[in-house]
């Protein structure tokens, strides 16, 4: 098949009844490349995965799997298919939980875990860093602006104390550096903070599909070269007697270059109980969890 070029296709084709299952037999065999056990994880039949793929390449005008001496292999197209059909599962399937809302026009996302914890996210405006009281999050986006999004810029260098910085693997985001002030050295301590370096950003324990979408903000980032926030309410382990505590938090991400010109993914964390999200329960952090800015850098510039 030739490619077909994106936006091309007519635009009253008709959509399967069955997409969701088309969809996951897709994502499945492109995970496996093996239709055996791509069958068996989904309990289905060879005929039935082999129609809907035939389904989908057919819709998409471009075969999407080559077979190799027997075994599967993704397409140049079914490669750029593949996310955004992990993504479409991971929504349905949060939302299928109750798991996802919209206030205000944002996503709000929510779970109960296992653990008797819940988490609780959920986007807000841009402009919210300009009308908080909070000093971080505005001089962290005056500094990023005037830097152009240089991480190693003289503008940035009064922020990258209270940030954290990623560099995206094949294995997930990697912390690659970590601001002595940031709110994770204050919460669990400059000692065991330092030991996250070199880590993959973990996923909490709501299930694949809630972790892929709260891993969505990063990669967002990263594809817009831009940046977003959050407020976020959750219960994470403090003190060595392992017990959940109550946290309030609102995140920065920054969209930054590595001076090889490398995407850097920057986070900075400002806890506190000012957070803004609907269903959150009244107990919120204790206030000597506060974070502490102090008057140390904020208002430095170049």
């Known amino acids: ?43 289905s039949t060879r005929q039935t995965v082999r129609r809907h793929i035939a389904q989908l390449e057919d819709m998409a005008g471009e075969a999407l799997f080559v077979i190799d001496d027997r075994r599967y292999q993704l397409t140049d197209a ?8 992990q993504n479409i599962l991971a929504r349905c399937n949060v939302w299928a939980r109750g798991q996802v809302r919209h206030q205000d ?47 190693d810029s003289p503008e940035f260098q009064h922020i990258r104390p209270y940030a954290m910085v990623y560099r995206n693997s094949p294995n997930g985001w990697i912390c690659v550096e970590l601001g002595e002030q940031s709110s994770y050295v204050s919460w669990f301590g400059l000692a065991n903070a330092r030991s996250s370096v070199g880590r993959v ?57 590595f001076p090889d010109g ?13 957070i803004d999200i609907a269903g959150t329960p009244d107990v919120m952090m204790a206030p000597e969890l506060v974070m502490d800015l102090g008057e140390v850098g904020l208002n430095q510039g170049h």
Request: glycine share 8%; proline share 7%.
């Open 1 to 43: 098949m030739t490619k077909t070029p994106l936006g091309s296709r007519a635009t009253d084709t008709q959509i399967p009844p069955l997409l969701y299952e088309m969809v996951r037999s897709f994502v499945m065999l492109a995970q496996t490349l093996n239709l055996s056990h791509a069958v068996a994880e989904l309990k």
């Open 78 to 85: 079914g490669q750029e298919a593949l996310p955004e059909a």
């Open 105 to 151: 026009g944002m996503p709000l996302y929510a779970a109960n875990f296992p653990n008797g914890g819940n988490f609780y996210q959920q986007q807000k405006p841009i402009n919210t860093v300009w009308t908080s009281d909070r000093p971080l999050h505005a001089a962290a986006l005056k500094a990023w602006a005037l830097g152009e999004g240089e991480l």
């Open 201 to 257: 950003l973990g996923e909490l324990p709501g299930g694949p599909d809630f972790g892929r979408l709260l891993s969505m903000p990063f990669h967002e980032v990263e594809q817009e070269q831009n940046a977003r926030v959050d407020h976020i309410y959750t219960q994470i382990v403090r003190g060595p007697d392992g017990q959940l505590e109550q946290i309030c938090y609102v995140r920065l991400l920054l969209g930054c270059r």
């Open 262 to 274: 490398s995407f850097a993914l920057v986070s900075i964390v400002d806890r506190h109980n000012g």
